[in-house]
Nanobody, 123 residues
Framework: QVQLVESGGGLVQTGGSLRLSCAAS????????VGWFRQAPGKEREFVSA????????DYADSVRGRFTISRDNAKNTVYLQMNSLKPEDTAVYYC????????????????WGQGTQVTVSS
């Protein structure tokens, strides 16, 4: 089992930055990949970014590439999502997810999810 708790969301103006954190507990953190997804009101949950267990391989949605950076600290059992140059369309609840089986950009690949943290970008 893996438990995930997100933090770091909030209200920020267009062009601002936020850093989300996802603290993991349960199974050995360094043994699995992690991902970030987001869900805006009335929309499907969508892939944002993913990171391999070692941190050596990353993946980003086209909409965030170049603005967001995913990283992990295995000593702290935490994964981060640094979000820069935020836009109103980034407004969503952000979720971290763990241990994908299959395509890590697909929601169905993950069994473990956090409760989410709200990010609101004002124009």
């Amino acid at each position: 089992q893996v438990q995930l708790v997100e933090s770091g969301g909030g209200l920020v103006q267009t062009g601002g930055s936020l850093r989300l954190s996802c603290a993991a507990s349960g199974r050995t953190f360094s043994s699995y990949a992690v991902g970030w997804f987001r869900q805006a009101p009335g929309k499907e949950r969508e892939f944002v970014s993913a990171l391999s267990w070692s941190g050596g391989t990353t993946d980003y949605a086209d909409s965030v590439r170049g603005r967001f950076t995913i990283s992990r600290d295995n000593a702290k059992n935490t994964v981060y999502l640094q979000m820069n140059s935020l836009k109103p369309e980034d407004t969503a609840v952000y979720y971290c997810a763990a241990e994908p089986r299959g395509d890590w950009s697909q929601r169905r690949s993950y069994n473990y999810w956090g409760q989410g943290t709200q990010v609101t970008v004002s124009s």
